[in-house]
């Protein structure tokens, strides 16, 4: 289920679920393999902070998306 929506500078868009994170460039959504130990993630709220990096909240904390690749924040 999507839980969140947010927009890079490049019109891709970026959709949070209860079950990971996905992109959809305006012809394919894809899946989007996080860096960490369980990429199964609710992402509940997203903001985008330049091009390239995208600030998620989940249940388990923040990820801080950077070249589509996640890091936890701790």
């Known amino acids: 289920m999507p839980l ?5 500078r490049n ?3 970026y959709i949070g679920t209860d079950m990971g994170l996905y992109s959809y460039d305006g012809d394919t959504i894809e899946r989007i393999e996080l860096d960490i130990l369980n990429d199964l993630i609710s992402i509940n709220c997203m903001l985008n902070t330049s091009e390239v990096d995208l600030w ?8 801080i998306l950077h070249d589509e690749r996640g890091r936890f924040l701790g």
């Open 4 to 8: 969140s929506f947010a927009e890079n």
């Open 56 to 63: 998620c909240a989940t249940d388990s904390g923040i990820l």
């Open 11 to 13: 019109g891709n868009l």
